[in-house]
């Protein structure tokens, strides 16, 4: 089982129900927000770079969700970068090029101490016009030159649309003790509302019967369990090698 697999809160949902038998069901619309919580606490949520082409009105595009990504860069028609007002840097050697229909990029962990963490190689030459920027106000990038639409790349949380929840929700990484840690986890906020169940409650001492200390027990190998399984995803030592240490870079 491939660490890069990823899979829909459908399974996690399956699996809470199968495990538990929770008599109720209103705990379900609930389970998105309880998933991003706890794969935020574990610094495990599957981030992605999504590129998106937005239409500009009076110098004013809206993003269509909350702005909360990191490594946000915007680009021009032209594939021409363009800086965020009082940024102290201007990368005039990444960015997309205008000269082809598909930039160079490739995803890849890359370990940050003891944590790893994701990073993008874009390739393409660009002539950034430092009179030209721009400022993030909540959902809005506001340009200080007109244009008919600009490119914003984002560094943000794998998601796809849920019919169900009618919005973007998390993917998971395929991992059986992550599934295990969040499955008693969104227990545990079950009951957290007052709920009851029939063999599983908060007040238990016992960790075998009380969610909180079974989601305390697991979340720290699931941490280990998933990052384990990035260091040692089929091919990944011969491409960290390659993408570290190639003398041609």
């Not at 340009?143 to 998390?170: G, K």
Request: proline share 4%; charged share 20%; glycine share 4%.
């Amino acid at each position: 089982m491939k660490i890069k697999q990823q899979i829909k809160l459908d399974r996690l949902i399956g699996k809470v129900d199968n495990d538990f038998n929770i008599s109720e069901s209103d705990w379900i619309p609930r389970v998105a927000a309880w998933t991003i919580d706890a794969l935020s606490q574990m610094k495990l949520l599957p981030m992605e770079r999504k590129k998106r082409t937005l239409d500009v009105k009076e110098r004013i595009a809206i993003f269509p969700c909350t702005l909360n990504a990191k490594e946000i860069k915007v680009y021009d028609s032209n594939g021409c970068e363009i800086r965020e007002l009082n940024s102290s840097t201007c990368n005039c050697n990444s960015g997309l090029n205008s000269n082809t229909t598909n930039s160079s990029e490739i995803a890849v962990f890359r370990p940050n101490g003891n944590n790893p963490v994701n990073s993008m190689k874009v390739g393409g030459i660009v002539n950034p016009d430092s009179n030209r920027n721009f400022v993030i106000a909540g959902n809005n990038i506001e340009l200080n030159f007109d244009t008919d639409s600009i490119v914003v790349e984002s560094y943000e949380t794998a998601t796809y649309y849920d019919e169900y929840y009618n919005c973007e929700v998390p993917y998971i990484y395929e991992n059986g003790i992550l599934l295990e840690a969040l499955a008693w986890y969104i227990l545990f906020k079950y009951l957290s509302r007052g709920s009851t169940h029939q063999v599983y409650s908060l007040k238990s001492n016992s960790p075998v019967t009380n969610p909180f200390l079974q989601w305390n027990n697991l979340k720290s190998k699931a941490i280990a369990s998933v990052k384990n399984e990035i260091y040692t995803a089929e091919g990944w030592r011969n491409f960290f090698y390659n993408s570290t240490f190639d003398p041609r870079r």
